[in-house]
T-cell receptor, first 116, second 116 residues
Framework: GAGVSQSPSNKVTEKGKDVELRCDPI?????LYWYRQSLGQGLEFLIY????????KSGLPSDRFSAERTGGSVSTLTIQRTQQEDSAVYLC??????????????FGPGTRLTVL | AQSVAQPEDQVNVAEGNPLTVKCTYS??????LFWYVQYPNRGLQFLLK??????LVKGSYGFEAEFNKSQTSFHLTKPSALVSDSALYFC??????????????FGKGTKLSVKP
């Protein structure tokens, strides 16, 4: 079946602009995660959504970062007033809560963000 | 706090030889352990996981990993490396004390290079 999809695949923006990154999880997966991959920091957890529960925002690096998940499916990660240090690959993952594949996170191809 | 260590930035292996990519972890409870592989400009692909049961876990593409509780290790192995195995490998852990869901903590990654 279809995997996790993300758009855009690449985004170049100017410092100070806002950007939105989109994630479509695997159909039926109720858990959704955002991670950031950068050269200096490796893979960092950003935010986690599970069903209708309040999201775990403990990994968001600043209040310029926010995310929402509408209808328990598609998620949007928004970065306001982008800075050069925000340049990274943003990865989305989803997982099942129940069943034999419970807990395995499946990743999308990522969005490469470059802030000039 | 949870953590994962991958002590080798790079592993070089000749094609046909066995390979090992090392991983050690630290969690307060019982660990859920994962290996992912990342090919250039791609997202992370799930290889295998240990949740409970047999310490030797078999995964995709002929890879295996052995959970060793006393050494807090989860090394990835393959008996005969292929050039196509060349990629970046990530070990990840989640503490079972946090329930079956929740974010993964990743190691820094190990670049595997298999030469013909």
């Amino acid at each position: 079946g279809a995997g996790v999809s993300q758009s855009p695949s690449n985004k170049v923006t100017e410092k100070g602009k806002d950007v939105e990154l989109r994630c479509d999880p695997i159909s039926g997966h109720t858990a959704l995660y955002w991670y950031r991959q950068s050269l200096g920091q490796g893979l960092e957890f950003l935010i986690y959504f599970q069903g209708n529960s309040a999201p775990d925002k403990s990994g968001l690096p600043s209040d310029r970062f926010s995310a929402e998940r509408t209808g328990g499916s598609v998620s949007t990660l928004t970065i306001q007033r982008t800075q050069q240090e925000d340049s990274a690959v943003y990865l989305c993952a989803s997982s099942l809560v129940t069943g034999p594949r419970q807990g395995t996170q499946y990743f999308g191809p990522g969005t490469r963000l470059t802030v000039l | 706090a949870q953590s994962v260590a991958q002590p080798e930035d790079q592993v070089n292996v000749a094609e046909g030889n066995p390979l090992t990519v090392k991983c050690t972890y630290s969690v307060s409870g019982n660990p859920y352990l994962f290996w992912y592989v990342q090919y250039p400009n791609r997202g992370l692909q799930f290889l295998l996981k240990y949740i409970t049961g047999d310490n030797l876990v078999k995964g995709s593409y002929g890879f295996e990993a052995e959970f060793n509780k006393s050494q807090t290790s989860f090394h990835l192995t393959k008996p005969s490396a292929l050039v196509s195995d060349s990629a970046l490998y990530f070990c990840a852990v989640r503490d079972s004390n946090g329930g079956s869901q929740g974010n993964l903590i990743f190691g820094k990654g190990t670049k595997l290079s298999v030469k013909p």
